[in-house]
């Protein structure tokens, strides 16, 4: 396993690398020799505060790319967090392997084995909406988003006569989405 680290206002010392290549060789088992782990270390540029380190994993494997990513106040908190995350989609991706792989080697007629599905279903539309859109301004259209109580509201900009998405930053602030056609 190869591991590469990329740093980005932060300075890794040799203390925080060994911690951190002694924790993820423990998931040597799941792959060969030749596969990458890349790691980002990051402090601030987060959208609440500077004082926040983030840490990213990342294996790169011919069929997925597998991520965590992790911010807090710690960094040397961040490795036990973000390993989790990571070991929750590694055996996620070897289930689906394995299930397409049975799918190629024809019916098996053993007895099945009890397996607690854990997999999250997936996602399907459970609800849809439709409504006119009236043409605002952005002043009026924050007003209605502050109204309604969502964090994003999709209105027809009275200015450029296009449709608009304003929503609520991480930060509090707004941020708007606009569409060209």
């Given at each position: 396993?190869?591991?590469?680290?990329?740093?980005?206002?932060?300075?890794?010392?040799?203390?925080?690398?060994?911690?951190?290549?002694k924790?993820?060789?423990?998931?040597?088992?799941?792959?060969s020799?030749?596969?990458?782990?890349?790691?980002?270390?990051?402090?601030g540029?987060?959208r609440?505060t500077?004082d926040?380190?983030?840490?990213?994993?990342?294996?790169?494997?011919?069929?997925?790319?597998?991520?965590?990513?992790?911010?807090?106040?710690?960094?040397?908190?961040?490795?036990?967090?973000?390993?989790?995350?990571?070991?929750?989609?590694?055996?996620?991706?070897?289930?689906?392997?394995?299930?397409?792989?049975?799918?190629?080697?024809?019916?098996?007629?053993?007895?099945?084995?009890?397996?607690?599905?854990?997999?999250?279903?997936?996602?399907?539309?459970?609800?849809?909406?439709?409504?006119?859109?009236?043409?605002?301004?952005?002043?009026?259209?924050?007003?209605?988003?502050?109204?309604?109580?969502?964090?994003?509201?999709?209105?027809?900009n009275?200015?450029?006569?296009?449709?608009?998405?304003?929503?609520?930053?991480?930060?509090?602030?707004?941020?708007?989405?606009?569409?060209?056609?």
């Amino acid at each position: 396993m190869t591991i590469e680290y990329l740093c980005k206002n932060y300075e890794a010392g040799d203390k925080l690398k060994s911690i951190i290549d002694k924790k993820v060789q423990k998931l040597d088992k799941f792959f060969s020799d030749d596969t990458r782990i890349k790691i980002a270390l990051k402090k601030g540029n987060t959208r609440s505060t500077d004082d926040l380190y983030t840490l990213e994993l990342t294996i790169l494997l011919d069929s997925a790319v597998l991520r965590a990513e992790v911010t807090s106040d710690n960094m040397y908190n961040n490795i036990d967090l973000a390993l989790p995350k990571l070991e929750k989609q590694i055996i996620r991706h070897h289930k689906k392997l394995e299930s397409k792989s049975k799918k190629f080697r024809g019916k098996d007629f053993s007895m099945p084995e009890e397996v607690v599905d854990d997999e999250p279903q997936e996602k399907a539309v459970v609800r849809s909406k439709c409504y006119t859109l009236i043409p605002m301004s952005i002043d009026d259209a924050i007003e209605e988003l502050e109204l309604v109580g969502h964090n994003f509201y999709v209105f027809l900009n009275k200015s450029t006569n296009s449709i608009n998405v304003l929503y609520v930053r991480n930060d509090g602030n707004y941020g708007l989405i606009e569409t060209v056609v």
